[in-house]
């Protein structure tokens, strides 16, 4: 009887590890499409969803008919109590060592991965479940190394159209770079922007889902906002952001301590840009230089010196200034 359940246990798991296989296989091009990382840990939760979803509804019922009928239900209440409390606890861990992320290919990868998770599905002379879900199995490695190697962007500099400005994105071998001039708090809609625009980018163009220095060279509140949101879905190692002088309105005050806030819970430093001159040495191809520049920026009633970052990464230069700099050499 033992080796019998044993057997069907076995059969269950190599069925459903089959289904997950294809699963992931058919689902790989739309997340692919949409800049969106795959989660290594997906067929654990799907396989603990299911039980755990089944005993929250069973108990939430209970609880329901027992109320209504007047019947004692205070052990009830308390397991359903520990159940949401233990599903909330494992959604609060931190699932970004579990996600990655690959650069979008081209329309036919996108399509080839899934026509070809379904000739395996559907070849007959796979006797058993087991030869399906080692040619899944190897069809799913194999697609993840040829997109990570032929198409995972390396050392770039990129610009990112934002609201009224754009971004600078830098892709070297130690990590990615995003600098924002003051353009990502200029409008209300700056943390969904964040969240639905940029993290989806730097995936599909580099299929990297963490940012390794985030540099922000103009203060807003709804900037701090956006970093808030931002930090609790993407990993963000390092923020440098310009150190001002002056008061702040209490809305701008709340916004950032709310940002300080959400950043010491992620344990990520917070470095403030001064009146010197800032050096990152990235690698013996990558540099980049933060320089205050004479002009000050007055912004309300608070006060700041105006940036220039730039340097270079692989033989390609570039420069950036603060959004409200004003280069007396340029003509109107």
Known sequence: MNIKFLHKVA???????????FISLVAMPMLLWWGLPIS?????GNLIFGPVLTLFLSLSSLLFFTEMLYIPNGWIAKLLDWTTQAWLYVLNIDGHPWLYGFAKPSLAILIIIPVLALCVIQYKRFTNTLQSVVCLGLLLIGSCLYLKTNYA???????????????TILHDSAGCIVIDPGVIGQKIAAASWTE?????????????????CLILLQPTAMLFDAVTALVTKVKV?????????????????????????????????????????????RSDRSCITITPLKQTIKQQEITYPAIKVHGFVADKIFECHSYKFKNPTQKP
Request: with cysteine.
């Open 40 to 44: 290594l840990l997906s067929p654990i």
């Open 11 to 21: 059969t269950w798991l190599l069925r459903f590890l089959k289904l997950q296989l």
């Open 196 to 212: 639905y625009t940029l993290a989806p980018h730097l995936i599909k163009t580099s299929g990297k889902t963490t940012i390794d």
């Open 153 to 167: 962007k390396t050392e770039s500099i990129e610009e990112l159209a934002c609201n009224k400005g754009t971004l």
């Open 237 to 281: 190692n390092t923020i440098y952001l310009i150190y001002w002088e002056g008061l702040v309105p209490k809305k701008t005050w709340h916004s950032f301590f709310a940002m300080r806030r959400a950043l010491e819970a992620q344990g990520i430093p917070l470095k403030r840009i001064g009146n010197k001159e800032l050096t990152l040495r």
